[in-house]
């Protein structure tokens, strides 16, 4: 237990129904005894899992803050593990902040960002797999997304990552033996036996890291950029795509400054679309900073739609907005296809299939919806590569841990090569260990106070 008793407001600002104060600590019950008067049983704090009717009021002044009803949920069966208060206040700022006023003023500290959940990890009743799913399930974009982090939260990643820490165990005990046991002959039996668990524990790793980019897309969304000269349609695909009016539409050219980014569902994959100022010689300081912001989104961008204008054709800013792109993986989009009445007069088609060739090519009205399925299957082939979340929805998605598994499968392939090279058999171990502290990061089994913080400041105040 954390000595300390803190306090948030942990529903959203704004107005609302209900609105929750929430308490965590081993004070939470006396102080709320301080301010909360109970229409009917003064020994309400008796009774877990209860709601408790009544007024949260001032006792120094007696005044009454709200009408509430009090939750309580006693450690060690609550999220923090720790005694747990709710108070649900009506959902409005004055009397959501005055009751935290009079929390605060009864003995507990403001918590920090994330506190609660860190709480619940620090006394374990989460690991650090868990306590991240939960961020991700608040900022969940699509169902799949959301499943993902579900299936994190339940623990099936957990278990898979306990038990890859259980073998690199069990061969440090094997090389430990071997250590203790010089004098005896078994050495190189052992060495082998090494060797081939090291390798299937690197594939069972490398398994998991296959689907790392595809989970890391679910769960972060997939950057795209539509990049392509002013008043070619951006902003109109924009809007077709997300069916929301948000962008700006407009035929003056220049006049989508700012970037604008949009999160969309297509086949379950988040897409964080971002339409981008369009890319021209300008002497408007707004606009070239909209140009500079473009360019660094292309390089940020997981995808490039790059479109180009049936009707005006192709010139030679395409020409530098493909040599802006080149490096990325992209689709190649023809737009206004609905005015091109003579197909034989459509030249642009022909110089577009010769740019970027690994890039598909679409031909779409923005105007008139056509094409529209066919870019949307197009963007998800392109990035998920077919590769869907598995049944038991065990995959990793954050980069966090992508990284920490990385690091390990470095350690087992310098583990590998010592074997070969014939490196002491305790210099080995250390690679082990080396693999195990990775694997265990991710978990926390094995984590220091700086990556804590540093996972939970992401999360909001009140979580
Ligand atoms: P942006 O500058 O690239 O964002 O282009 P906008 O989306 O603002 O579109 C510029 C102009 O082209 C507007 O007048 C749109 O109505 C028009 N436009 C966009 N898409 C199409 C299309 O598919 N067909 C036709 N005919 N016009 C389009």
């Given at each position: 237990m954390i000595g300390d008793t803190i306090a948030a407001i942990s529903t959203p600002p704004g107005e609302g129904g209900i609105g929750i104060v929430r308490i965590s600590g081993p004070e939470a019950i006396d102080i709320t005894n301080k301010i909360f008067k109970p229409a009917k049983n003064k020994r309400w704090y008796k009774q877990n899992y209860k709601l408790n009717y009544g007024y949260i009021h001032d006792p120094d002044n007696s005044q009454i803050i709200d009408e509430v009803l009090v939750g309580i949920m006693r450690a060690p069966f609550s999220y923090t593990?720790?005694?747990v208060i709710e108070i649900n206040c009506h959902g409005g700022m004055l009397p959501l902040r005055k009751t935290l006023e009079l929390v605060l003023k009864k003995g507990a500290r403001l918590a920090e960002p994330g506190e609660f959940t860190k709480r619940a990890f620090l006394n374990g009743r989460l690991d650090l797999i868990q306590a991240e799913s939960i961020i991700d399930i608040i900022r969940a974009n699509t169902e799949d997304s959301m499943r993902l982090a579900i299936g994190q939260l339940s623990?099936?990643?957990s278990k898979k990552i306990n038990e890859i820490q259980q073998q690199l165990l069990l061969i440090i005990s094997i090389i430990e033996a071997n250590i203790d046991f010089p004098e005896d002959d078994v050495d190189q039996y052992n060495l082998i036996e090494i060797k081939q668990r090291v390798e299937l524990l690197e594939q069972e790793i490398n398994n998991l890291l296959d689907y790392a980019e595809t989970g890391r897309i679910?769960?972060?969304?997939?950057?795209?950029?539509?990049?392509?000269?002013?008043?070619?349609g951006k902003s109109s695909l924009l809007n077709v795509l997300s069916k929301v009016n948000r962008a700006i539409v407009t035929n003056i050219p220049g006049t989508t400054r700012d970037l604008i980014e949009e999160v969309i569902n297509i086949g379950g994959v988040p897409i964080k679309i971002i339409d981008t100022a369009g890319i021209r010689e300008t002497e408007?300081?707004?606009e070239k900073i909209g140009v500079q912001k473009t360019k660094e989104s292309i390089q940020n961008a997981d995808l490039v739609i790059l479109v180009f204008d049936a009707q005006v054709g192709f010139d030679f800013i395409d020409n530098q907005i493909v040599e802006l792109v080149k490096h990325k993986k992209g689709i190649k989009v023809i737009?206004?296809?609905?005015?091109?009445?003579?197909?034989?007069e459509f030249n642009t088609k022909q110089?577009?299939?010769?740019?970027?060739?690994h890039w598909p090519l679409i031909d779409i009205s923005a105007l008139e919806e056509k094409g529209i399925d066919k870019l949307k299957n197009e963007i998800v082939s392109i990035i998920t590569g077919g590769k869907v979340i598995p049944q038991d929805n065990i995959m990793i998605s954050n980069i966090r841990h992508k990284n920490q598994l990385v690091k390990a499968v470095n350690y087992l392939k310098d583990v590998q090569n010592g074997?070969?090279?014939?490196?002491a058999i305790d210099v080995?171990?250390?690679?082990?260990?080396g693999a195990w502290e990775a694997v265990g990061e991710i978990t926390g089994t094995a984590v220091n106070e700086n990556i804590i913080d540093k996972i939970f400041s992401e999360f909001c105040i009140g979580k």
């Open positions: 593990k720790e005694d623990g099936g990643l679910y769960r972060e969304g997939l950057r795209t950029v539509i990049i392509g000269k002013p008043n070619v408007d300081i707004i737009n206004k296809i609905d005015v091109i009445k003579n197909k034989n110089k577009v299939r010769n740019l970027l060739p074997i070969l090279q014939g490196i080995l171990a250390i690679d082990i260990r």
